[in-house]
């Protein structure tokens, strides 16, 4: 995703990144972005885009495993 025009307003960070894939929860750990101060939304180089995608689709052996409950919303 391309940074907005305002980049000033964006701080380097370590994020947890999380996305649910082939119904799995998959969290990866330390992953570097820009985040807007103001609404949250994280930026990543295409190398970062890379190396996410990399890691999904690669099948590396995961540094650790947790269980996640799922609930349903109903309102």
Do not use: C, H
Not at 5 to 16: D, F, G, R, S
Not at 48 to 68: A, D, H, M, N, Y
């Amino acid at each position: 995703m391309t940074a907005p025009e305002n980049a000033q307003e964006l701080e380097k960070v370590q994020i947890t990144y999380t996305l649910l894939y082939d119904d799995n929860l998959i969290v990866i750990e330390n992953v570097p972005a820009r985040v807007d101060l103001e609404t949250g939304e994280q930026f990543f180089s295409p190398e970062t885009v890379e190396q996410l995608q990399s890691i999904v689709w690669g099948g590396r052996r995961p540094k650790r495993t947790i269980r996640t409950p799922v609930y349903e919303f109903a309102g």
